[in-house]
Protein backbone atom coordinates (compact mmCIF):
# COMPACT_ATOMS: atom_id res chain seq x y z
CA UNK A 1 0.00 0.00 0.00
CA UNK A 2 1.39 3.37 -1.15
CA UNK A 3 2.14 5.67 2.05
CA UNK A 4 -0.38 8.86 0.27
CA UNK A 5 -2.63 7.99 -2.62
CA UNK A 6 -4.87 10.36 -4.34
CA UNK A 7 -7.83 10.10 -6.83
CA UNK A 8 -6.85 9.87 -9.72
CA UNK A 9 -7.00 11.78 -12.45
CA UNK A 10 -7.26 13.64 -14.94
CA UNK A 11 -10.31 16.30 -13.47
CA UNK A 12 -11.60 18.11 -15.82
CA UNK A 13 -13.86 21.38 -14.84
CA UNK A 14 -15.37 24.16 -16.05
CA UNK A 15 -14.22 27.43 -15.45
CA UNK A 16 -16.22 28.62 -12.06
CA UNK A 17 -16.91 25.24 -10.83
CA UNK A 18 -15.55 23.58 -7.98
CA UNK A 19 -12.92 21.25 -8.46
CA UNK A 20 -12.70 18.71 -5.33
CA UNK A 21 -9.21 16.59 -4.45
CA UNK A 22 -8.95 13.65 -2.68
CA UNK A 23 -5.83 12.11 -0.71
CA UNK A 24 -5.88 9.10 1.84
CA UNK A 25 -2.85 8.25 3.67
CA UNK A 26 -1.58 5.19 5.55
CA UNK A 27 0.40 5.99 8.58
CA UNK A 28 -2.40 7.22 11.09
CA UNK A 29 0.54 9.11 13.05
CA UNK A 30 1.00 11.47 10.41
CA UNK A 31 0.64 14.90 11.82
CA UNK A 32 1.03 17.39 9.10
CA UNK A 33 -0.72 17.60 5.35
CA UNK A 34 -0.44 19.81 2.57
CA UNK A 35 -1.08 20.68 -0.42
CA UNK A 36 1.16 21.66 -3.68
CA UNK A 37 0.43 22.96 -6.62
CA UNK A 38 2.72 21.80 -10.15
CA UNK A 39 2.97 23.49 -13.58
CA UNK A 40 4.04 21.46 -15.99
CA UNK A 41 7.80 21.46 -16.37
CA UNK A 42 7.98 23.85 -12.56
CA UNK A 43 8.94 22.80 -9.12
CA UNK A 44 6.11 22.06 -6.50
CA UNK A 45 4.77 25.32 -4.88
CA UNK A 46 2.93 24.92 -1.80
CA UNK A 47 -0.56 26.40 -1.03
CA UNK A 48 -2.41 24.95 1.65
CA UNK A 49 -1.08 23.13 4.83
CA UNK A 50 -3.65 21.92 7.56
CA UNK A 51 -2.81 20.11 11.05
CA UNK A 52 -5.91 19.92 12.74
CA UNK A 53 -9.22 17.70 11.84
CA UNK A 54 -11.84 20.22 10.10
CA UNK A 55 -11.74 23.28 7.50
CA UNK A 56 -9.61 25.82 6.51
CA UNK A 57 -10.09 28.48 4.39
CA UNK A 58 -7.26 30.93 1.79
CA UNK A 59 -8.71 32.72 -0.86
CA UNK A 60 -10.57 29.87 -3.22
CA UNK A 61 -8.53 27.28 -1.91
CA UNK A 62 -10.03 25.09 1.11
CA UNK A 63 -8.41 22.40 2.90
CA UNK A 64 -10.13 19.94 5.16
CA UNK A 65 -8.82 17.20 7.59
CA UNK A 66 -10.23 13.99 8.91
CA UNK A 67 -7.73 12.24 11.31
CA UNK A 68 -10.13 9.17 11.97
CA UNK A 69 -10.89 8.42 8.51
CA UNK A 70 -6.84 9.36 7.18
CA UNK A 71 -8.48 11.82 4.71
CA UNK A 72 -7.23 14.96 3.47
CA UNK A 73 -9.20 17.28 0.30
CA UNK A 74 -8.88 20.04 -1.23
CA UNK A 75 -11.38 22.20 -2.73
CA UNK A 76 -10.85 24.82 -5.53
CA UNK A 77 -13.60 27.56 -5.79
CA UNK A 78 -14.37 29.88 -8.71
CA UNK A 79 -11.64 27.54 -11.27
CA UNK A 80 -10.03 29.56 -13.21
CA UNK A 81 -8.19 28.27 -16.39
CA UNK A 82 -4.41 29.14 -14.15
CA UNK A 83 -5.58 26.48 -11.75
CA UNK A 84 -5.07 23.98 -14.59
CA UNK A 85 -2.25 21.96 -12.85
CA UNK A 86 -1.46 18.88 -11.11
CA UNK A 87 -1.64 19.07 -7.49
CA UNK A 88 0.00 17.12 -5.07
CA UNK A 89 -1.14 15.67 -1.48
CA UNK A 90 2.11 15.44 0.82
CA UNK A 91 1.97 13.68 4.31
CA UNK A 92 4.02 14.05 6.99
CA UNK A 93 4.58 11.82 9.90
CA UNK A 94 6.39 12.21 13.25
CA UNK A 95 9.77 12.54 11.57
CA UNK A 96 8.80 15.40 9.47
CA UNK A 97 9.81 13.59 6.44
CA UNK A 98 7.10 14.74 3.66
CA UNK A 99 5.66 11.62 1.52
CA UNK A 100 3.72 12.42 -1.36
CA UNK A 101 1.24 11.27 -3.97
CA UNK A 102 1.30 10.73 -7.33
CA UNK A 103 -1.07 13.81 -8.39
CA UNK A 104 -4.14 14.77 -9.43
CA UNK A 105 -3.84 17.08 -12.96
CA UNK A 106 -6.75 19.27 -13.19
CA UNK A 107 -7.79 20.98 -15.99
CA UNK A 108 -9.96 24.12 -16.27
CA UNK A 109 -11.84 24.77 -19.52
CA UNK A 110 -12.87 28.08 -20.54
CA UNK B 1 15.27 35.77 1.73
CA UNK B 2 15.83 34.27 -1.34
CA UNK B 3 14.02 31.14 -1.66
CA UNK B 4 15.45 27.65 -2.17
CA UNK B 5 18.10 27.97 -5.11
CA UNK B 6 19.47 25.11 -7.02
CA UNK B 7 22.31 25.11 -9.62
CA UNK B 8 22.47 23.88 -12.62
CA UNK B 9 18.96 24.22 -13.61
CA UNK B 10 19.24 21.70 -16.55
CA UNK B 11 21.99 19.19 -16.89
CA UNK B 12 23.30 16.68 -19.66
CA UNK B 13 25.59 13.53 -19.10
CA UNK B 14 26.51 11.18 -21.13
CA UNK B 15 26.45 7.64 -19.18
CA UNK B 16 28.57 6.68 -17.30
CA UNK B 17 29.87 10.03 -16.33
CA UNK B 18 29.65 11.64 -12.53
CA UNK B 19 27.30 14.51 -11.83
CA UNK B 20 27.14 16.67 -8.85
CA UNK B 21 24.05 18.99 -8.16
CA UNK B 22 23.85 21.89 -5.05
CA UNK B 23 21.29 23.15 -2.95
CA UNK B 24 20.94 26.42 -0.99
CA UNK B 25 18.22 26.16 1.19
CA UNK B 26 16.27 29.12 2.59
CA UNK B 27 19.04 30.45 4.92
CA UNK B 28 17.31 29.85 8.55
CA UNK B 29 15.92 26.41 7.73
CA UNK B 30 17.93 23.85 9.44
CA UNK B 31 15.85 20.95 7.32
CA UNK B 32 16.69 20.16 3.68
CA UNK B 33 15.23 17.07 1.48
CA UNK B 34 16.35 15.51 -1.41
CA UNK B 35 13.67 14.29 -3.88
CA UNK B 36 13.45 12.42 -7.60
CA UNK B 37 10.51 12.85 -9.97
CA UNK B 38 10.03 11.66 -13.07
CA UNK B 39 7.19 12.43 -15.78
CA UNK B 40 3.69 11.57 -14.25
CA UNK B 41 4.89 10.77 -10.71
CA UNK B 42 4.97 12.49 -7.34
CA UNK B 43 8.24 13.23 -5.39
CA UNK B 44 10.37 10.59 -4.65
CA UNK B 45 11.75 10.78 -1.21
CA UNK B 46 15.54 10.53 -1.75
CA UNK B 47 17.17 11.93 1.27
CA UNK B 48 17.04 14.32 4.29
CA UNK B 49 19.34 16.14 6.85
CA UNK B 50 18.84 17.62 10.00
CA UNK B 51 21.38 20.75 10.19
CA UNK B 52 24.32 18.49 9.00
CA UNK B 53 23.11 15.52 10.03
CA UNK B 54 21.74 13.27 7.49
CA UNK B 55 18.63 11.16 8.91
CA UNK B 56 17.72 9.11 6.66
CA UNK B 57 18.31 7.74 3.32
CA UNK B 58 15.67 6.11 0.87
CA UNK B 59 16.35 2.29 -0.24
CA UNK B 60 16.00 4.11 -3.67
CA UNK B 61 19.57 5.64 -3.07
CA UNK B 62 21.69 3.21 -4.24
CA UNK B 63 25.44 3.35 -3.72
CA UNK B 64 25.80 5.54 -6.68
CA UNK B 65 24.58 7.96 -4.94
CA UNK B 66 25.69 10.54 -2.22
CA UNK B 67 24.74 13.01 -0.20
CA UNK B 68 26.08 15.86 1.67
CA UNK B 69 25.48 18.86 3.89
CA UNK B 70 28.64 20.28 5.09
CA UNK B 71 28.59 23.15 8.23
CA UNK B 72 24.58 22.32 7.71
CA UNK B 73 24.35 24.75 4.86
CA UNK B 74 24.04 23.79 1.60
CA UNK B 75 24.05 20.92 0.25
CA UNK B 76 25.08 18.47 -3.01
CA UNK B 77 23.94 15.43 -4.62
CA UNK B 78 26.09 13.82 -6.52
CA UNK B 79 25.65 10.22 -8.97
CA UNK B 80 27.86 8.40 -10.00
CA UNK B 81 28.50 6.36 -13.23
CA UNK B 82 25.48 7.47 -13.92
CA UNK B 83 22.12 5.52 -15.92
CA UNK B 84 20.24 6.64 -18.44
CA UNK B 85 17.40 5.21 -15.53
CA UNK B 86 18.42 8.42 -13.43
CA UNK B 87 16.92 10.81 -16.30
CA UNK B 88 14.98 12.69 -14.06
CA UNK B 89 13.83 16.71 -12.22
CA UNK B 90 15.75 16.56 -8.67
CA UNK B 91 14.24 18.71 -5.93
CA UNK B 92 15.37 20.05 -3.22
CA UNK B 93 13.28 21.48 -0.48
CA UNK B 94 14.13 23.06 3.11
CA UNK B 95 12.30 23.49 6.02
CA UNK B 96 12.42 24.82 9.78
CA UNK B 97 11.55 22.09 12.18
CA UNK B 98 10.35 22.96 14.80
CA UNK B 99 9.14 26.32 13.17
CA UNK B 100 6.19 29.44 13.53
CA UNK B 101 4.99 28.09 10.36
CA UNK B 102 4.77 24.52 10.94
CA UNK B 103 7.03 22.17 9.05
CA UNK B 104 5.97 23.67 5.81
CA UNK B 105 8.53 22.62 2.92
CA UNK B 106 9.54 25.15 0.24
CA UNK B 107 11.48 23.87 -3.49
CA UNK B 108 13.77 25.33 -5.15
CA UNK B 109 13.51 25.01 -9.19
CA UNK B 110 14.97 21.85 -9.44
CA UNK B 111 17.85 20.31 -11.29
CA UNK B 112 16.43 18.52 -14.87
CA UNK B 113 19.08 15.62 -15.82
CA UNK B 114 19.31 13.97 -18.93
CA UNK B 115 21.30 10.89 -19.30
CA UNK B 116 22.26 10.19 -23.23
Not at chain 1, 1 to 8: A, H, P, R
Not at chain 1, 22 to 50: A, H, V
Not at chain 1, 87 to 95: F, K, R
Not at chain 2, 84 to 95: E, I, K, P, T, V
Request: hydrophobic letters at 30%; proline letters at 5%; glycine letters at 8%.
Amino acid sequence: QKEVEQNSGPLSVPEGAIASLNCTYSDRGSQSFFWYRQYSGKSPELIMSIYSNGDKEDGRFTAQLNKASQYVSLLIRDSQPSDSATYLCAVNGNDYKLSFGAGTTVTVRA
Amino acid sequence: DTGVSQDPRHKITKRGQNVTFRCDPISEHNRLYWYRQTLGQGPEFLTYFQNEAQLEKSRLLSDRFSAERPKGSFSTLEIQRTEQGDSAMYLCASSLVPGPRGPEAFFGQGTRLTVV
